[in-house]
Each structure stands twice: as structure tokens, then as C-alpha cells.
């Protein structure tokens, strides 16, 4: 209900002619570099296919997502190609804790929608890169908890156990596995959740296999 309600609400203030709807704020400061880089408009991940102003809205929804995330990953690829020394090719990225806050700031403005884990999965793999591990765990965590049968949980969760280890988390990320376990349902994440679960070692493997353990 609340997806249908922002749905509703983007739709609403497009028919009234607002050019300023707020997700705009994520885009603006992108103007120049998309010009720049020739990042096509909305117009081109829009599908032509419309039944209702529901499904009109998701498509403008799924475009702007799409639009958004090509500027993103676009600027990162530019930034990256400029700071890398020709020499030793060694790469250093500047630009990551601005595209770091950028890909937050989206989450945020996408919120409550599917676009929203489209994001969250760039910035998860964005956070690895850097070795963020601790804000990486709180990201997996948020999508965990809040939508613990999206492929996203499933497709992350060996990585958890690895990052959970480098950053010393694994109880944490335990307790989270547990809770997915404990879903009286069969569903994709769930079953890929429980084989990086069984994959941790040491204490971690002795809490995932121990019902009692308390973490």
C-alpha cells in the first residue's frame, strides 16, 4: 500500500506540471556531467507501453531508477579512469565518499519502492570495494530485516559471512541469518541465506547450528 501511495503521489504532482518533484534533487547537480557524457535522457528508459496511471507511474519510476543509477555508475567510471596512475595502476577514488552519500541520498528518495534495492545493490557493492565493511553490514541489515524474502538478501548473503569476518560481525550477521531461517516459508534468499550460514566457521558455525545460542 505505502509503494502505491508514493506511486500515486509522483503521478499527482507530474499531472500538475511540477517540474520540481523532489526527485529531481537527486539529479540536478549531474546536469553538466550528463551533457558531458551524453547520459541519455528520460525519455529513453521510458517504454512507450501504458494501461493506467498506476503502471504509468511505475514506469516513470523504473526510468528515473534507471536513469539515475546510469549517471551514477557513469560518474564513478569517469572519476575512476582520471585518478588511476597510468604508471603503477594503482587506482585512487577521490570521488567514492561523494558516490557513496549520492547512492544514499537515492535510497532515501526511492524508499518504499522496488528501485530502492536496485540502489541499495550498488551501494553495496560500491561499500565492498572501499572496504567499508561496518557500513556495508548496516546496509545488508536495513534489507535484511525490512524485506527478508528479496532476492537481494540471497544474492549478498555469502558475502555477509565473508565481510562479517573481516570486520569481526559474524554474531551479528548470524542473528540476522537466524531470523530468515525462522520465516515459516520456502523461498529463494532463504535457502541461499542458509548455505553461507553453514559455510561460516568457528564460533559463528556453532551459534548457526545452536538454536539456544544467544547472540
Not at 532476492?151 to 555477509?160: H, I, S, T, Y
Request: hydrophobic share 45%; proline share 2%; net charge neutral.
Amino acid at each position: 500500500m505505502k509503494t502505491k501511495l508514493v506511486i500515486c503521489l509522483i503521478l499527482l504532482t507530474l499531472a500538475a506540471g511540477g517540474t520540481g518533484y523532489s526527485l529531481r534533487s537527486v539529479r540536478q547537480s549531474t546536469a553538466n556531467f550528463m551533457a558531458d557524457c551524453q547520459i541519455p535522457g528520460l525519455e529513453y528508459f521510458l517504454t512507450p507501453q501504458t494501461f493506467s496511471e498506476v503502471e504509468n507511474a511505475k514506469a516513470l519510476l523504473e526510468a528515473l531508477s534507471a536513469q539515475f543509477l546510469s549517471e551514477s555508475r557513469s560518474k564513478r567510471a569517469v572519476a575512476k579512469a582520471a585518478a588511476t596512475d597510468q604508471d603503477s595502476g594503482v587506482v585512487a577514488d577521490p570521488t567514492a565518499t561523494e558516490a557513496i552519500h549520492e547512492l544514499e541520498q537515492g535510497i532515501l528518495e526511492f524508499k518504499g519502492t522496488e528501485q530502492e534495492l536496485l540502489i541499495v545493490q550498488d551501494l553495496l557493492w560500491l561499500l565492498k570495494s572501499r572496504q567499508q565493511y561496518d557500513r556495508w553490514i548496516e546496509a545488508y541489515l536495513r534489507v535484511l530485516y525490512q524485506h527478508p524474502t528479496h532476492e537481494l538478501v540471497g544474492r549478498f548473503a555469502q558475502d555477509a559471512v565473508l565481510i562479517a569476518k573481516a570486520a569481526g560481525r559474524e554474531a551479528t550477521v548470524i542473528k540476522a541469518f537466524k531470523h530468515v531461517r525462522s520465516i515459516p516459508l520456502e523461498f529463494n534468499a532463504k535457502r541461499k541465506v542458509e548455505v553461507a550460514g553453514k559455510s561460516a566457521g568457528g564460533k559463528a558455525f556453532f551459534a548457526w547450528n545452536n538454536a539456544h545460542t544467544v547472540l
